[in-house]
């Protein structure tokens, strides 16, 4: 059928947003719909497996949706803009999707930019179980390795990184 944001079906009807499509997916005999994974833990519905790139059937939780992070290609993915559908792996989720937080290479105030990264490296570093709690997932230490090796290359001030590991 394609892939996309909004795809094209023949025949249904579209929800907005999780409210919206779960609401029609009860309402309607034999409708399925694709909510946020925090929303469908925490209004008790029900789930399938689907079969990701491998071939395997996998059911949605933060370690298939953790493996599907893991096994994309972030280091070659300019500005780490990168669609998680059909990520490699053997227990990969087929549709994960990945939240960005989006900063000026060249900042106004560089030292804004730089207490911010400073908070989202804590949050990388010790927010998981935070995550984990709300049922959102934490991002693999793998990836975050990438992101912090990039912060050091590009958001720059002065001929210095605005970022450095472990400062405080």
């Not at 990701?52 to 300019?78: L, M, T």
């Not at 087929?94 to 490296?121: K, M, N, Q, W």
């Amino acid at each position: 059928m394609g892939r996309g944001k909004a795809v094209a079906w023949p025949a249904g009807v579209g929800g907005k947003g999780n409210e919206g499509v779960a609401s029609y997916v009860e309402r309607i005999k034999g409708a399925i719909g694709y909510v946020e994974y925090a929303y469908a833990l925490q209004n008790h519905m029900s789930y399938a497996k689907l079969v990701n790139r491998e071939g395997r059937a996998v059911a949605p939780s933060q370690e298939s949706f953790q493996a599907a992070a893991a096994g994309a290609d972030w280091a070659h993915a300019e500005g780490f803009y990168l669609v998680l559908t059909d990520q490699p792996g053997a227990h990969s989720w087929p549709i994960t999707g990945a939240s960005f937080i989006l900063l000026p290479r060249h900042p106004e105030h560089p030292e804004r930019t730089a207490a911010v990264l400073r908070f989202l490296d804590w949050a990388y570093r010790e927010g998981g179980a935070l995550a984990s709690a709300l049922d959102y997932v934490p991002i693999p230490k793998s990836v975050y390795r990438i992101v912090e090796s990039r912060w050091q290359e590009v958001l720059v001030a002065n001929a210095r990184p605005l970022f450095t590991p472990g400062a405080p």
